[in-house]
């Protein structure tokens, strides 16, 4: 009876310490899960992260149901596989008289094959399937996700509120404070989220090491690069499972810093328009390269560049014979330092013969010394991911389920405009063309993006817009053909002389192979455009990008990322903990007085009497 006392009591205090605390804390709500924040930046917390958030929601859904029609398909598959070596067996039957002889040893086979086909695992989740008719076939077991570097553990709330048909959550962090906020999130979300999420403190690169081929999916989500992270996470993914992956050191991704790139990433970057596209091709080599050491490969399924980060989404397989066709999918970058020609060189190809296939290094060099457009040097960069970066399917299942619950995503506006754009993206072409660099190496006024387009359709090919510039243009014709376009161009819009030697006069100075078409065609704008679809939304406010690491001192430097409102709002709760703290210390002050005060007199008293 004690004891139960006791921890009555035990709880009355947590409780009135709970709600005591509360006042420290700011409640927010994102879709349906909510968290609670301390005003002192002790955990890391972003709201521009909605859209990360949202997408990678509708993602993990359609994974789910993909997951599921695959099961199916596969348990199909077997049972078609059994009944028809059950049919071969009984045409195998001779004579009437021989026939409970036979019967008895085809029977024994049946009942050899239905233990075989029992024991044999075909679950993505490891579970095992019943093929035999009349017993129950096995079940498909709910996803499990981790989530490696959780702080807050929104992430982990949201895909355990939100997400149906989910099963365990595990989050993860190294740093005990954001445990606690973690745990203390979730017993603030109630019933669902305790019994789905649960929280670590451990260090996510071990955790994974330790924990193989265990979660459907992994999510990665670190304050800066994810490099360290990429060789665990590709052995914690189960065969067919997914991770999902975002990398917010852009300034070392784009160029900024190439040697720190290739230090991190193993590809050399290059600052040219497509910076932002390449900086997702990098990241997807780099996992490839890493899913390679054991006998692993990727398929990506999305691929995304928003607000200051890049995100992709890759299935994880194992095959040792697919892995071989690794170095095809990769390329090296030619650019042009005088004009923006660029050009892929492929690590490697193949030659069929009969059945069998060689693999081969690619041929090369695709470029001479100079480029033969202007007569400048190259840079080379990569190597890079240069196959298709989207699946196409996928992409049409994900924006079908983000339109039938648009009310569930708080961001629903931007990943709508994003997964529309890129549903319109030439899933074959790597990189893309900026139409405002083109008229500036050749210093003349610019041709619409629709007039441009039509020439390029007219002459053949194919053209498209990218979701990572609302100027980019992607598209299958050759460098000579675009510019044998903008030479015609600027034969009807005449440029003042420019000198000899710059890179636009070179181009200028040869004749057009090419008489370009400048007539409207029909698929110059794509489906948005015609629709007149928001593809490039701006920001909802101000300062809307990266914040603060967590624990660290804000300061007036801070301004541009935070804004003066957060600044003051910071400095205000410092002011006021620093005058609580002051009279705190007053008071005591004053107490410690008295007793000696006391003392004084009764001495005074003593050596009186």
């Not at 553990?153 to 099963?167: K, N």
């Not at 390449?278 to 899913?291: P, Q």
């Not at 994003?418 to 893309?432: N, Q, R, Y």
Request: charged content about 25%; proline content about 5%; glycine content about 6%.
């Amino acid at each position: 009876m004690g004891g139960d006392e006791k921890t009555g009591e035990e709880e009355k205090q947590g409780s009135k310490t709970m709600s005591s605390d509360l006042s420290d804390y700011t409640i927010i709500k994102e879709g349906e899960a909510e968290i609670l924040m301390h005003a002192k930046n002790e955990v890391f917390y972003n709201k521009t992260q909605v859209n990360n958030r949202d997408i990678s929601i509708a993602v993990l859904r359609t994974f789910i149901s993909k997951r599921k029609q695959e099961y199916e398909t596969m348990l199909l598959k077997r049972t078609k596989a059994v009944h028809k070596l059950s049919n071969e067996n009984a045409s195998k039957l001779e004579t009437p008289t021989e026939f409970h002889m036979h019967n008895e040893v085809t029977n024994g086979e049946y009942e050899d094959l239905e233990e075989i086909s029992q024991d044999e695992p075909c679950s993505i989740s490891e579970e095992p399937v019943k093929t035999s008719e009349g017993k129950g076939r096995g079940e498909l077991k709910p996803p499990r996700v981790l989530e490696a570097l959780s702080a807050s553990g929104l992430r982990a709330l949201r895909y355990a509120r939100e997400v149906e048909e989910i099963g365990q959550v595990v989050a993860l962090d190294n740093d005990k404070v954001s445990v606690e906020a973690c745990r203390r999130n979730i017993r603030f979300n109630g019933s669902v989220a305790c019994a789905k999420v649960e929280s670590h403190l451990a260090d996510a690169r071990v955790f994974m090491l330790t924990h193989p081929k265990e979660f459907d999916v992994v999510d990665l989500d670190p304050y800066g690069s994810p490099s360290a992270f990429l060789d665990s996470a590709v052995q914690s993914v189960i065969d067919g499972g997914m991770l999902m992956c975002t990398a917010t050191d852009m300034a070392v991704l784009c160029g900024g810093n190439g040697e720190v790139c290739y230090s991190k990433y193993g590809s050399y970057p290059l600052r040219g328009k497509y910076c932002h596209e390449m900086a997702l091709r990098i990241l997807l080599a780099c996992i490839e390269s890493h899913a390679n050491r054991y006998k692993r490969y990727i398929v990506p399924v999305l691929s995304v560049q928003m607000d200051f980060y890049v995100r992709v989404f890759v299935r994880i397989y194992t095959s040792a014979s697919a892995m071989k066709n690794t170095p095809l999918k990769l390329s090296y970058v030619y650019q042009c330092t005088g004009c923006d020609s660029f050009h892929l060189q492929p690590l490697g190809r193949t030659v069929s013969k009969n059945t069998s296939i060689r693999y081969l290094p690619g041929f090369g060099p695709v470029v001479p010394q100079e480029c033969s457009d202007c007569g400048k040097k190259y840079n080379m960069g990569g190597a890079i991911w240069s196959a298709p970066i989207h699946d196409q399917e996928w992409v049409t299942s994900i924006l079908a389920d983000v339109k039938s619950m648009k009310d569930r995503y708080p961001a629903y506006d931007r990943i709508y405009a994003v997964l529309t754009t890129i549903s319109e993206e030439l899933p074959d072409v790597p990189l893309f063309l900026s139409l405002h660099n083109l008229c500036a190496t050749l210093k003349c006024t610019s041709p619409s993006a629709v007039i441009f387009r039509s020439a390029v359709i007219n002459a053949g090919y194919r053209i498209s817009g990218t979701h990572v510039n609302p100027l980019g243009l992607k598209s299958n014709a050759p460098m000579d053909v675009i510019w044998d376009i903008m030479r015609c161009w600027v034969k009807n819009h005449p440029v003042k002389a420019q000198p000899a030697d710059q890179a636009g006069s070179v181009i200028l100075a040869k004749e057009p192979v090419l008489q370009a078409n400048f007539a409207r065609a029909i698929a110059s704008l794509s489906k948005a455009q015609a629709k007149k679809v928001a593809r490039f939304l701006p920001n909802p406010e101000r300062h809307w990008g990266p914040k603060l690491r967590a624990g660290r001192q804000i300061t007036s430097k801070h301004v541009s990322l935070l804004g003066p409102q957060a600044l003051n709002g910071i400095n205000n709760y410092v002011e006021e903990g620093k005058e609580e703290g002051k009279e705190e210390k007053e008071e005591k002050e004053e107490e410690g007085n008295e007793p000696q005060a006391k003392r004084k007199k009764t001495e005074d008293l003593a050596s009186i009497s």
